[in-house]
């Protein structure tokens, strides 16, 4: 059984530019969540999706928008990058929408806006 | 709102000194309690949870009993290892409509030395 893969693992941008980070979620989940964690900071939660829909979000800007794919992998997208957009990026599977018991973390892909 | 406090870091400790990090919430609703650990370079792992009042969760030694009426969720183990050295972050899910995300605290750095 994989887990939850991230990629990639760091990335260094210019601001004003988009970013695009990945995410495969552990097999036989269909629903994958993103966080936010700054440095010295706990995660602070973007948005989920499941089945393909977007199932809450959390008080982030609409530049920052998901996709999740038939296979269950997702993206997380970030236009227009801001210093502050900085942070370890984490996502997170599990196998039901609303179970948060089951939640697995990838690594996380540590974003870097220059 | 719903947020978490947790007891300012970092703690260090010597091996097999007793642990306690301190966490206390504010939620609407009632919630669950979860405690994560992230060891460096890695993602997220679920330590143990307690969802109801007096429930204590328990894993690998770590234990935390769910105390509404001090609106708390202490973390203790006791005798720590050098392996335990990480990072702790105490967290809550309301339930009801919003209970797909987890609402985390800043997170303490635990550190012991051998």
């Known amino acids: 059984e994989t887990g939850v893969t991230q990629s990639p693992t760091h990335l260094i941008k210019t601001r004003g530019q988009q970013v695009t980070l990945r995410c495969s979620s552990q097999s036989g989940h269909n629903t994958v969540s993103w966080y936010q964690q700054a440095l010295g900071q706990g995660p602070q939660f973007i948005f989920q999706y499941y089945r393909e829909e977007e199932n809450g979000r959390g008080n982030f800007p609409p530049r920052f928008s998901g996709l999740q794919f038939p296979n269950y992998s997702s993206e997380l997208n970030v236009n227009a990058l801001e210093l502050d957009d900085s942070a370890l990026y984490l996502c997170?599977?599990?196998?039901?929408?609303?179970?948060?018991?089951?939640?697995?973390f990838g690594s996380g892909t540590r974003l870097t806006v220059v | 709102g719903n947020s978490v406090t947790q007891m300012e870091g970092p703690v260090t400790l010597s091996e097999e000194a007793f642990l306690t990090i301190n966490c206390t919430y504010t939620?609407?609703?009632?919630?669950?309690l979860f405690w994560y650990v992230q060891y460096p370079g890695e993602g997220l792992q679920l330590l143990l949870k307690a969802t109801k009042a007096d429930d204590k969760g328990s894993n690998k030694g770590f234990e935390a009993t769910y105390r509404k009426e001090t609106t708390s969720f202490h973390l203790e183990k006791g005798s720590v290892q050098v392996s335990d050295s990480a990072v702790y972050f105490c967290?809550?899910?309301?339930?009801?409509?919003?209970?797909?995300?987890?609402?985390f605290g800043k997170g303490t750095l635990l550190t012991v030395n051998p």
């Open positions: 997170a599977s599990s196998s039901s929408g609303r179970n948060l018991y089951g939640y697995t």
């Open positions: 967290a809550l899910s309301v339930s009801g409509g919003s209970n797909y995300k987890l609402t």
């Open positions: 939620a609407t609703g009632y919630p669950s």
